[in-house]
């Protein structure tokens, strides 16, 4: 089992910035591919970001590259999401997602980034 604690979100302007944090527990952490997901009132969740075990290798959602940016601290077992320039379009509830593979089994409770214009 994985255990994934979110942080990090809040009520924020539009402009501003946020960094989310993601502790995880129960696994080597080195093994885990991460990723952040989001979900929006009334839509389905979306990955918003994912990075590699090694943290070699990132990917993005069209509406969030350039703004955001996924890294992890291995050492520390926490994966982060820094987000720039947030629109209110980003208010979302984001989760933390952790995978042995390739599908995400794992989820945290989620934190809620609310951006206002």
């Known amino acids: 089992q994985v255990q994934l604690v979110e942080s990090g979100g809040g009520l924020v302007q539009a402009g501003d910035s946020l960094r989310l944090s993601c502790a995880a527990s129960?696994?080597?952490?080195?093994?885990?591919?991460m990723a952040w997901f989001r979900q929006a009132p009334g839509k389905e969740r979306e990955s918003v970001a994912t990075?590699?075990?090694?943290?070699?290798?990132?990917g993005y959602a069209d509406s969030v590259k350039g703004r955001f940016t996924i890294s992890r601290d291995n050492a520390k077992n926490t994966v982060y999401l820094q987000m720039n320039s947030l629109k209110p379009e980003d208010t979302a509830v984001y989760y933390c997602?952790?995978?042995?593979?390739?599908?995400?089994?794992?989820w945290g409770q989620g934190t809620r980034v609310t951006v206002s214009s």
């Open positions: 997602a952790a995978a042995t593979d390739i599908v995400y089994n794992y």
């Open positions: 129960g696994r080597p952490f080195n093994w885990l591919n």
């Open positions: 990075i590699s075990s090694s943290g070699r290798s990132a």
